[in-house]
Nanobody, 119 residues
C-alpha cells in the first residue's frame, strides 16, 4: 500500500512563490521517479517537472527557469519550488510516483493540491 501526502498549495499573487511537497510512505521496496503534473479547468493533465532517483530533472517549457523540482535525502519527499508565478500556472497540482514493491510495482497519484495565482 502506498500513502501520499501533498501540501503547499494556496492562493498567491502573480510574481509570488509557493513550495509544494509530496511525501510517500508505505510498504515500498524503493521509490523511483517522482513528478509533478497539473490540470487546469477544461484542460488535460500535463507534466510540470520530473526527477529520477539519480537526480536528473526535466521541466515543461512553460516553467523552465521558474520552477525547481527536488527530493530530500531519504528520497521519499519531492518538492516543487515555484517562483515568479503567473495566472496561467493556476491548476490542481498532482504528485506522481513510480515505486517498486517486493514483488511488482506501479505508478501512484496524490490527491492534488490547488494552486491559484491572481493577477
Amino acid at each position: 500500500q502506498v500513502h501520499m501526502v501533498e501540501s503547499g498549495g494556496g492562493l498567491v499573487q502573480a510574481g509570488g512563490s509557493l513550495r509544494l511537497s509530496c511525501t510517500v510512505s508505505g510498504s515500498i521496496f524503493s521509490i523511483n521517479e517522482m513528478g509533478w503534473y497539473r490540470q487546469a479547468p477544461g484542460k488535460r493533465r500535463e507534466l510540470v517537472a520530473h526527477i529520477t532517483t539519480g537526480g536528473t530533472t526535466n521541466y515543461a517549457d512553460s516553467v523552465k527557469g521558474r520552477f525547481t523540482i527536488s527530493r530530500d535525502n531519504t528520497g521519499n519527499t519531492a518538492y516543487l519550488q515555484m517562483n515568479s508565478l503567473k495566472p496561467e500556472d493556476t491548476a490542481v497540482y498532482y504528485c506522481n510516483v513510480s515505486v517498486h514493491f517486493s514483488i511488482g510495482g506501479g505508478d501512484f497519484w496524490g490527491q492534488g493540491t490547488q494552486v491559484t495565482v491572481s493577477s
